[in-house]
């Protein structure tokens, strides 16, 4: 076939498909692929123009013809179908065409156009999945990240629960924490938060082992939890006579050397717990798309952020405390310029793996912990990193990382969750249970009026 005819049989394709005549585009590609003098790009966007209109079914049987020229979308569209055997939600024949088709070509404009056409198809799960792959190759525009957003708030209003973690051919997600013995109880409270509201193989558990009990390894593994235990990521003054849960400190900013192999990593503290997994989604697809997700320590309902905080022997608000944290970290002219920016609090946040966030959090914490080692070191460290390198986050709501030492929750009496303390009472996504005693009967406030005893940790069996 010469080129002349090459192009106007395409020529002729693309007018068919204008005309939403598309057997007639079929037809035409059948003739090229015969004559072996078509492109698998010029069968994609075809494929994707009937993808456009809405004609998935159509559009999958053009990828079959786009798996006869090339092989390895074949095999990985094959494999693709096995795997679907291990969930429910890929019933639809499409969404294997479209993982197929993004998955090994790791196209990023193809992506973004199946994205497109799944979204004006009201095929919001497809859209979300074609835009997980073009945010896996680098930042997404503001455009594209409110798609993405809009997708998931569109799927939320048919069905509760969190979205990005109920397909198994998304991202792979490790949840990692820490703890020793002595944090086994709340471990044990975060793990069972996680358990009862996701699915066993949407999230892999990784924690780092800083001395737990064979007791408690044994519990863990039942529940399919991996462990690593840390080294000294960092050399710094006087190494030798930290304790052992200082590692979890300096083991943060090297998640992905401690866990490699995962897209993204969202790390809780192990005093924390999840109320309402949706918040998950929130952080995972900020990190997405290339930004920290972190809840800075601000809200209205939080008391002590205009009240004084007792630091050695006197009392200091809390900028000025934030002043004397960057100064004992860094320096006087540093803390003048950081101290009035909110703190971003490291107990939960969700970054990808290849962020440029984890290199300058750990350069910022092997410069602070040349000068201390006080307990907050890793947490100042990475603000110093964001804040001094102006590094893209994400910040979400108090919602997402309650810390119950500045204000305690109400509970709603009609669901019995925590809520939060102000109109419109919202339930808390994320609590954690910050303070030195976590384990006690809090006296709690109902919305309505009724007072109750009642711990703020989760159920441990």
Request: with cysteine; proline share 6%; hydrophobic share 40%.
């Amino acid at each position: 076939m010469a080129n002349g005819s090459k192009a106007e049989l395409l020529r002729q394709a693309d007018r068919a498909l204008a005309d939403g005549q598309y057997e007639d585009v079929e037809l035409l590609c059948l003739e090229m692929i015969s004559a072996g003098d078509i492109s698998v790009n010029s069968l994609s966007r075809l494929a994707v123009g009937m993808a456009r209109q809405g004609k998935w079914t159509t559009a999958e049987r053009h990828f079959l013809k786009v798996c006869l020229l090339h092989p390895e979308i074949a095999d990985g569209y094959a494999n693709l179908a096995r795997a679907r055997t291990h969930g429910d939600e890929l019933s639809d024949p499409t969404n294997i065409w479209l993982y197929g088709h993004i998955s090994e070509p790791r196209d990023p404009v193809i992506a973004n156009d199946l994205a497109d056409a799944a979204s004006n198809s009201d095929r919001f799960d497809l859209a979300i999945r074609g835009l997980q792959v073009a945010a896996a190759n680098g930042p997404v525009s503001p455009g594209r990240a409110y798609a993405l957003f809009d997708c998931v708030r569109i799927l939320r209003t048919g069905r509760q629960g969190s979205i990005l973690l109920t397909n198994p051919f998304t991202i792979r997600i490790a949840l990692v924490t820490a703890a020793d013995e002595g944090y086994a109880f709340f471990l044990k409270g975060l793990v069972n938060s996680i358990r009862d509201r996701e699915r066993p193989n949407r999230l892999s558990l990784c924690i780092l082992d800083l001395g737990l009990e064979e007791a408690t390894k044994t519990w863990l593994r039942q529940r399919s939890v991996r462990f690593v235990k840390p080294d000294w990521d960092l050399n710094f003054p006087d190494r030798d006579s930290a304790p052992e849960t200082f590692k979890a400190l300096t083991a943060r900013p090297f998640l992905p050397r401690h866990f490699p192999d995962f897209d993204v990593y969202l790390w809780m503290d192990a005093d924390t717990w999840i109320q309402d997994s949706r918040w998950l989604d929130d952080f995972i697809l900020s990190a997405l798309l290339g930004r920290l997700a972190i809840v800075p320590e601000v809200s209205p309902a939080y008391l002590r952020q205009y009240q004084t905080i007792k630091d050695k022997d006197s009392l200091v608000d809390e900028q000025t405390w934030r002043h004397r944290a960057y100064a004992l970290c860094y320096d006087a002219m540093t803390a003048d310029d950081l101290a009035g920016r909110p703190t971003l609090n490291s107990g939960v946040f969700a970054l990808r793996a290849d962020a440029p966030h984890w290199e300058a959090w750990q350069y910022s914490l092997e410069r602070a912990l040349s000068n201390t080692r006080f307990p907050l070191v890793e947490q100042t460290a990475l603000n110093h990193a964001v804040y001094a390198n102006r590094l893209i986050t994400a910040p979400l709501p108090a919602l997402a990382n309650w810390q119950t030492h500045r204000r305690l929750p109400l509970i709603d009496p009609r669901t019995n969750q925590f809520c939060e303390p102000y109109l419109p009472h919202d339930p808390i996504g994320i609590l954690h249970v910050t303070g030195p005693d976590k384990r006690r009967q809090h006296r709690l406030l109902r919305l309505d009026g009724r007072k109750i005893r009642r711990s703020l940790l989760y159920k441990q069996e």
